[in-house]
């Protein structure tokens, strides 16, 4: 069984630039959640989605935005990146919304550099 | 503010002793906890959860214990082995957000 796949895994951007990330859940899980992992603040929740509606949101400005498609797949997408964007964003799917479960499978992870 | 955080950032202990791991948390209204691990390079791995209406849970080599009473949470590895050494963070999901600590970055000596 596939684990989650997030793409890409590395890229780097610049200033005022916008980035979208891409996630694959694990094949019958219909919740997708991101994170944001930095050395700094640690593992931040963006923002869960559950059957293409977003159930979830953390405490991130409207930059941050995302979707989930009919087949589960989600996308994020930053727009007018900053330098404090950089960090590893990490995708996780479960089989039912993150209310009732911690039991996240949590991809690798897309690491953006903002330069 | 509300967090969850971990008492040390990191722990070295010898092959095949036993590993303890601190959380603390401060809402005392969360009522599910979560203990991820994760290797270098890799994303978080769930390890065991605990529910607020229990004190302990067992898995493989691994105990979750809860105490209400001062807001701790401990996860205990037994027979702790150089596969373990890993980054462990807490985690308490709080209306289907997870909050994460920290994180404890456990390094096992051969």
């Known amino acids: 069984k596939a684990g989650v796949t997030q793409t890409p895994r590395y890229l780097i951007k610049t200033r005022g630039q916008q980035v979208t990330l891409s996630c694959s859940p694990i094949s019958g899980h219909r919740s997708v959640s991101w994170y944001q992992q930095t050395p700094g603040q640690g593992l931040q929740f963006l923002f869960e989605?559950?059957?293409?509606?977003?159930?979830n949101k953390g405490n991130f400005p409207g930059r941050f935005s995302g979707r989930q498609f009919s087949n589960s797949r989600s996308e994020m997408n930053v727009s007018t990146l900053e330098l404090g964007d950089s960090a590893l964003y990490l995708c996780a799917s479960s089989l039912v919304t993150g209310t009732s479960t911690g039991e996240l499978f949590f991809g690798e992870g897309s690491r953006l550099t903002v330069l | 503010g509300e967090s969850v955080g971990l008492h040390l950032p990191t722990l070295s202990v010898q092959e095949g002793d036993n590993s303890i791991i601190n959380c603390a948390y401060s809402?005392?209204?969360?009522?599910?906890f979560i203990w991820y691990k994760q290797e270098s390079g890799k994303g978080p791995q769930f390890i065991i959860d605990?529910?607020?209406?229990?004190d302990k849970r067992q898995g493989q080599r691994v105990t979750v214990l809860l105490n209400k009473t001062v807001k701790h949470l401990s996860l205990q590895i037994a027979a702790t082995q150089p596969g373990d050494s890993a980054v462990y963070f807490c985690?308490?999901?709080?209306?289907?957000?997870?909050?994460f600590g920290q994180g404890t970055e456990l390094s096992v000596k051969p």
């Open positions: 605990i529910r607020s209406n229990m």
């Open positions: 989605y559950f059957s293409e509606t977003q159930r």
């Open positions: 985690a308490e999901n709080r209306g289907g957000k997870l909050i």
């Open positions: 809402n005392s209204a969360s009522d599910y």
